[in-house]
């Protein structure tokens, strides 16, 4: 399977806990996306990578959150004291940078679940 | 703010015929627009894209068409089918940038 992977696919952890997840894009792509996804609304943009670069964060990725590519492959998202609101889908997605005629390919998702 | 609107959360169509769905946006600048389809637990499909361009595409049994003085496009399924029973999202973008979507509409086909 070359398709975008992520995991874990389901986390559920109690309130105050910190949670990483991992994603890894389709490889030769540059560009990986993080979008959250609350129940019935669509994917919201949180931060984009080009290769190890983070190259803009949304308003909706506080301070509890941080995202990082060290090696401009796999990319992972940590959100720090979880809260309640936290309770989302995280969704990776990633493309070819300059490629204007492709679409950017998601992963399952990794939903997580706060106590 | 919400660039990219769904207004009908749900549609209901029975199968063989045409299930039209339909996105508005605001932003002028968005030059590329999208449809996903979502199955439960999976993640978003790339279902068939339209450059700002361009007033339609057509990809088999789907077609979209852009109206963009309305700012509107609509995603046109024929026939549709049972498998086609999934949540669609909208989406827009500038340039090769990330993607504005709409809140989704969930297309059910009835026997």
């Known amino acids: 399977d070359t398709g975008v992977s992520q995991d874990p696919r389901h986390k559920i952890t109690k309130r105050g806990q910190n949670v990483t997840f991992r994603c890894d894009p389709i490889s030769e792509h540059n560009r990986l996306y993080w979008y959250r996804q609350t129940l019935g609304q669509g994917p919201e943009f949180l931060t984009y990578?080009?290769?190890?670069?983070?190259?803009?964060k949304s308003r909706l990725l506080s301070d509890r959150f941080s995202a990082e590519r060290p090696k401009g492959s796999f990319s992972t998202l940590e959100i720090q004291r979880t809260e309640q609101g936290d309770s989302a889908m995280y969704l990776c997605?990633?493309?070819?940078?300059?490629?204007?005629?492709?679409?950017?390919?998601f992963g399952d998702g990794t939903r997580l679940s706060i106590l | 703010d919400q660039q990219v609107k769904q207004n009908s959360p749900s549609l209901s169509v029975q199968e063989g015929r045409i299930s039209i769905l339909n996105c508005d946006y605001t932003?002028?600048?968005?030059?590329?627009f999208l449809w996903y389809k979502k199955y439960p637990a999976e993640g978003p499909t790339f279902l068939i894209s339209?450059?700002?361009?361009?007033d339609k595409n057509e990809d088999g049994r789907f077609t979209v068409f852009l109206n963009k003085s309305a700012k509107h496009l609509s995603l046109h399924i024929v026939p549709s089918q049972p498998g086609d029973s999934a949540v669609y999202f909208c989406a827009a973008r500038i340039y090769d940038y990330k993607l504005s979507f709409g809140a989704g509409t969930t297309v059910t086909v009835r026997a």
């Open positions: 932003n002028s600048m968005f030059d590329y």
């Open positions: 339209i450059s700002s361009i361009k």
């Open positions: 997605a990633s493309s070819l940078a300059g490629d204007l005629n492709q679409p950017q390919h």
């Open positions: 990578f080009q290769n190890e670069a983070q190259l803009e």
